[in-house]
């Protein structure tokens, strides 16, 4: 099913996102709110240390920063081979505080 999955995203806009979320199993929140900061290199780590949240109210959009909402959702997750790879691809498309941009945000 990955194989399947990897093929039908192939070249899209997202793939990187979708790749990412795979091989992690984070949640959307938690790879938006990801900053380089949190990604150690030399130790293979990632730390997940926040959420962007984003809704619309009354027409108007907001998007801010949370903790994630229990101790265990702060964690550190290995940074594989592949996942290395992709954040370095990524680095160079992106090398500003968010790592993942939104099309519209």
Known sequence: EQKRFKKCIEDEYYEPHLLFLLCTG???AELLGLTWNDVDFSGNR???RRNLIS???????????DTPKS?????????????????KMVKG?????????????
């Open 26 to 28: 984070l949640r959307c």
């Open 55 to 65: 809704f619309s109210f009354e027409g108007e959009h907001y998007t801010y920063t």
């Open 71 to 87: 101790k265990a959702g702060r964690r550190g997750i290995p940074l594989t081979r592949n996942l290395r790879k992709l954040l």
């Open 46 to 48: 990632i730390y997940i």
């Open 93 to 105: 498309n992106c090398p500003v505080m968010y790592r993942f941009k939104m099309i519209n945000g």
